[in-house]
């Protein structure tokens, strides 16, 4: 791999010129490396950082199947890596125009890793130079333990889709005001209303006691108040730091519940595998925010090479050639999904919407369809507001909220559906709906969605690790269950049980599913979700119905 | 063939038994060349669609000195006691006139809780992708055949011997692996009809530096190993064919030369149903199957193998080759009879069973418009009495209970089982059934 050439660099400078000019935000270094097919051949396996670990698994044709990004949460063809400087790679022969079309795009996407909120754990971080040390450190482990290492990280990775991403997000954006109140809240949300039961006039009268000594006391308002809790009950402080404890517990991701909790990890001549959970946990929660984004990501890129492209005087000319590969890319497919297209056009969406002042609760009230077409109050916030899109939201806040009836409409969009024509011996594909709402579950389905895993701390005593699916209405596949406890039993040391639904022929019970998650869609004709419970004793997989 | 969008076994099955057929998103993807269904939403990439480049290809060196290390690795995997993890992927590339090869790729897949997205294949209906344009709602924009080739394709001559032998050689080496990897039983009875009594004259044996006529395709590949000995190519990059040195030696001619002609040792008659029922998953589970039992049996009596696929609904046929043996499919019903009569037939008209150790394989999903067995029984009995083995599979819808199929019925209740242990055997199968399960499955029908 070699880095582009001076007079190609120089045209990358003029980009981030023009960029920053337009309102982009991004770190000064970046760089920029030539692949060749051979380097691509190596890179992919390791998902584009040239720096990751070995791991045998590379060495091997990886099943390519369509359910792939599920397993693996990263492009394996990522062209720009989220790291500081931030690297892209780029073909050999590309025309200059070419060159600023891809730099635009490019510098929009370290733009958004580098401003959108779901990226900030890794605004700090050099990645790609974490890896290369993290490598260093598997090099030596294997040296020294030969192939268990291989081992280690084959179950670490085989958990690596359960990384608690979003616990971990919620601690590094919460503001400290918040965080510091926590007693407050169980005071209030849970310690009154759920405990004591309180009546709704002593519940406003506490608030109200409590605002009276912040008035009062200020700074040190929340120790007296908690005095005089105390006082009336005592049991208060006990409850609080219990729930604080469970609170801790229940936030942690299997990978650090394993490091904190397994006998076998504890274990003197064990620790070493801790450093390997550790590099497999960082790497994929490196990754995670990037399969969380790739609608609003991709969406934002192809926005801005587009707006940044056509201003541009240094390639006039060019524009034919620009608008082809441009159409190549943007156009919205008969069929499919085209993540570019969608989130483009939702992006131009959002800003002609802020613009005449529709994205508000006035606009939201207007029933009468020609009002709706007419409404223009000249706000001019589109501007601002996709800035601000790109900062708060993730492909299912973008989708969820921005969807609408108008936009579907105006790009004609549907869900296919596909079926079996007996007598043809054909699949027929079809427009199966123009309905927004259809349209916006197709999308929010077809979305990156790892299982949530808890661990049942209730259950779950020195010899045996209880883990609890929760349900969704989508059961796991079943075939990897097995492999995947074996792992979580090699780390844990001991038995692993694991409570799931399935799908079953009989009719049972239905399954009641956690109030937190919509309820699942009816099973089909003649299935019913049974709670099942696995466990992997001695790497023998029992599965009983519960 | 048959896949649906979202079906993860069939996507490790594509692998392992896949052909020239296309999935149905890359049929889409060369109408109008862009992937289709939803999850394709995460295959978009810069490098792909801004840059057009390609994923790039393993090099065969690369290929080759892996595999016998990641083998080695497997091995060691048991010991430890954990699963095997490597499995041997087959592709089935198409070709003409029984020219068909099977190439070895070695997979694995990283298993991980994940949510099942799949549908049952007959009760997908529901929303799989998003489009966009013009068209009512339950307009149909496009079809697929549901199989990728209907009906037998003809089969032309070869074309030198080159590709025939890379079918043979490759399908060979998973037929090794299966009995190593998998400890497979050896035959007993192998090597005993070995004759030696033909001879043909034939433009096959090569010599270097001259003879009658040039082969080409040798005398190239010399070429580029005394180039890469020199150091005039390296790697996968591109060859510059003005910078390459040709000695002498390196051309190869074909000389006229005598040849033992060998009498293969067995005769293989792999029989399959492609009625419609047997549409998509039992049909693939069939193949998968007989590719395994054909390069293991190639394997044991070493390349000795002669081949014949019979195809039958109503009506049985023999088809030129592999190829045509998988991908054929009709809608009509079901004579499992016929089939076997066709193979008595078959063996009456050219005396096989003097010369021959004869196998037949049927694979079937159980349906038997002969509901009781009165035609197909007797046939069988015809082929029990000269043949070594036939080992029916039968491979069920998962609906139901297994083992209540017509064909598994009257087989059974006609005792056949019972009275010749030895040469006919029985196995019923999951249509959603995993690769371990289908080398149990030979094992059964073989050992």
């Given amino acids: 791999m070699e880095l582009i050439n001076q007079h190609t660099k120089q045209i990358m400078e003029g980009c981030k010129e023009r960029a920053r000019e337009a309102g982009l935000r991004f770190q000064d270094e970046t760089l920029e490396y030539i692949v060749t097919n051979k380097d691509l051949l190596e890179l992919t396996p390791k998902n584009m950082i040239p720096t990751l670990y070995d791991y045998w698994v590379h060495d091997v044709e990886v099943l390519r199947e369509k359910g792939r990004y599920e397993l693996y949460p990263n492009n394996p063809y990522e062209t720009v890596i989220n790291t500081r400087p931030a690297i892209s790679f780029y073909n050999d022969n590309n025309p200059d125009w070419l060159n600023v079309m891809i730099f635009y795009h490019v510098l929009a996407h370290i733009d958004f890793f580098q401003n959108n909120l779901f990226f900030k754990d890794t605004w700090d971080e050099d990645f790609a130079g974490q890896a290369l040390s993290d490598k260093r450190s598997i090099v030596m482990l294997r040296s020294e333990k030969g192939r268990w290492v291989d081992y280690v990280i084959e179950f670490s990775r085989a958990i690596d889709n359960l990384v608690g991403f979003y616990s971990e997000l919620s601690e590094a954006n919460a503001p400290p005001e918040i965080r510091a109140s926590s007693k407050l809240d169980f005071y209030f949300d849970i310690f009154l209303q759920s405990i004591r039961e309180v009546k709704l006039h002593e519940y406003l009268k506490e608030i109200d006691r409590y605002n009276d000594t912040l008035h009062q006391f200020g700074e040190v308002a929340e120790s007296v108040f908690f005095s005089d809790v105390t006082r009336k009950y005592p049991e208060f402080e006990a409850l609080f730091d219990k729930h604080k404890k469970r609170e801790k517990e229940s936030s942690k991701d299997l990978f650090q519940y394993l490091q904190e909790n397994s ?23 490196f990754f995670q925010p990037q399969i969380r984004t790739k609608i609003l990501n991709e969406g934002w890129a192809s926005y801005w090479h587009e707006k940044l492209f056509l201003r541009d005087d240094r390639i006039k000319g060019n524009e034919v050639a620009f608008a082809r590969i441009n159409a190549l890319v943007t156009a919205l497919p008969r069929v499919g999904i085209n993540p570019y297209a969608l989130g483009m056009r939702l992006f131009s969406h959002i800003e002609e919407l802020a613009d005449k002042g529709k994205l508000s609760y006035e606009f939201q009230r207007i029933r009468n369809a020609r009002r709706r077409e007419d409404f223009d109050k000249d706000t001019q916030e589109g501007s601002d507001r996709v800035f601000s899109v790109r900062d708060n939201y993730s492909d299912f806040t973008f989708i969820n909220t921005f969807i609408d009836q108008d936009f579907v409409d105006r790009h004609k969009l549907f869900v296919v559906g596909r079926r079996l024509n007996q007598a043809k011996g054909v699949w027929e594909y079809f427009v199966q709906s123009r309905d927004a709402g259809q349209y916006k579950q197709m999308l929010l389905d077809a979305l990156y969605h790892p299982p949530h895993v808890e661990i049942n701390e209730a259950q779950t005593w020195e010899n045996c690790l209880y883990l609890n699916h929760v349900f969704e209405g989508k059961p796991l596949v079943k075939e990897f269950i097995a492999n995947t406890m074996l792992g979580i039993s ?57 | 063939m048959n896949r649906e969008i979202s079906d993860l076994e069939e996507r490790i099955k594509e692998e392992e038994a896949g052909s020239g057929h296309t999935a149905p998103e890359h049929r889409i993807e060369e109408e109008d060349g862009r992937p289709l269904g939803a999850a394709s939403l995460y295959l978009w990439n810069d490098l792909f669609a801004f840059q057009a480049m390609q994923p790039g290809e393993g090099t065969s060196i690369h290929h080759l000195s892996a595999l016998e290390e990641l083998l080695e690795r497997d091995k060691l995997r048991e010991k430890d006691g954990f699963p095997r993890k490597i499995r041997i992927g087959r592709l089935v590339k198409p070709g003409k006139g029984g020219k068909e090869k099977i190439i070895l790729v070695p997979t694995t897949v990283e298993e991980k809780f994940i949510h099942d997205t799949r549908k049952k294949e007959e009760e997908e209906k529901g929303g799989s992708s998003g489009g966009s344009g013009e068209g009512q709602e339950g307009e149909v924009i496009g079809e697929e055949p549901v199989h990728g080739t209907e009906g037998a394709g003809t089969g032309g001559s070869g074309q030198g011997e080159g590709d025939g032998h890379e079918i043979q050689s490759s399908a060979y080496d998973l037929g090794r692996i299966l009995s190593e990897k998998f400890e497979l039983p050896n035959l007993k009875d192998k090597g005993k009809k070995r004759s030696l009594t033909r001879y043909t004259y034939d433009l096959t044996d090569r010599h270097k530096g001259s003879g009658q006529l040039l082969d080409k395709k040798a005398t190239l590949r010399n070429i580029i190993e005394t180039n890469i000995g020199l150091g005039n190519i390296n790697g996968s990059d591109e060859i510059d064919p003005s910078r390459l040195l040709v000695s002498p030696s390196d051309k190869v001619y074909r000389i006229l030369s005598k040849e033992k002609d060998y009498e293969s040792q067995a005769m293989v008659f792999f029989l399959r149903d492609y009625s419609g029922s047997m549409t998509g998953k039992p049909t693939e589970v069939v193949v998968a199957q007989h590719v395994l039992i054909y390069s293991w049996l190639l394997f044991q009596y070493e390349k000795q193998v002669e081949t014949r696929f019979i195809l039958h609904d109503t009506d049985a046929k023999e088809v030129p080759d592999f190829y045509t043996y998988y991908s054929s499919s009709v809608a009509g019903g079901t004579r499992v009879g016929s089939a076997y009569r066709l193979v008595n037939e078959i063996v009456e008209a050219s005396s096989l069973a003097r010369d021959y150790n004869i196998y037949v394989f049927h694979g079937t999903d159980g349906d038997d418009w002969d509901s009781d067995g009165s035609q197909t029984i007797p046939e069988i009995k015809k082929i029990l009495a000269y043949c070594n083995r036939i080992g029916v599979t039968v491979a069920e819808r998962s609906s139901g209970k297994l083992g209540n199929t017509a064909v598994e019925r009257y087989i059974r209740k006609s005792g056949l089982l019972d009275e010749y242990p030895k040469q006919i055997r029985l196995d019923t199968v999951d249509e959603g059934t995993t690769e371990g399960r289908l080398i149990e499955g030979i094992r059964k029908l073989l050992s």
Avoid: C
């Fill in chain 1, 490 to 546: 090699y780390l844990w040391g001991g038995t692993v049980k694991l409570e799931t639904s399935e799908a079953e022929v009989e009719a049972r019970e239905p399954v009641p599913t956690s109030p937190y998650y919509p309820p699942p869609p009816p099973a089909e004709k003649g299935h019913v979700f049974r709670r099942i419970l696995y466990t992997m004793r001695d790497r023998k997989l029992t599965r009983t119905v519960l």
């Fill in chain 1, 263 to 285: 006998p076998f990890l504890r274990k003197e001549e064990n620790r070493w595998m801790n450093t390997i959970l550790q590099i497999v946990r960082k790497t994929s929660l």
